[in-house]
Nanobody
Framework: QVRLVESGGGLVQAGGSLRLSCAASGRTSGGSAMGWYRQAPGNEREFVAAISLNDGTTTNYADSVKGRFTISGNNANNTMYLSMNSLRPEDTAVYYC??????????????????WGQGTQVTVSS
């Protein structure tokens, strides 16, 4: 089993920036992608971004965050980051770290049968 621990959430004003981190431990040898999902109150959990740990450069973003968020990762120590700029009130949500066998599988299945972190709150005030 893979254990994921997030950090870096908080409160920020609109237009501001935050950086989330996620560290993976445990049985990480079977996975090759890490990513972020978010869930706002009353909404379903939605995909935000993901990165391949195989090369550390293949990434995928939701349209709503393209150009504002940047995902990066260090496959040497299974750590992933999400740099969030130009934050908007609609970015307010609990952000969850995710782990799966591939970016495609993560997105296609909603990270079904993957691993989840406990979540970290991001609040953007207007």
């Amino acid at each position: 089993q893979v254990r994921l621990v997030e950090s870096g959430g908080g409160l920020v004003q609109a237009g501001g920036s935050l950086r989330l981190s996620c560290a993976a431990s445990g049985r990480t040898s079977g996975g090759s992608a890490m990513g972020w999902y978010r869930q706002a109150p009353g909404n379903e959990r939605e995909f935000v971004a993901a990165i391949s740990l195989n090369d550390g450069t293949t990434t995928n973003y939701a349209d709503s965050v393209k150009g504002r968020f940047t995902i990066s990762g260090n496959n040497a120590n299974n750590t992933m980051y999400l740099s969030m700029n130009s934050l908007r009130p609609e970015d307010t949500a609990v952000y969850y770290c995710a782990w799966h066998t591939s970016i495609w599988t993560m997105k296609k299945t909603g990270n079904r049968f993957g691993s989840w972190g406990q979540g970290t709150q991001v609040t953007v005030s207007s």
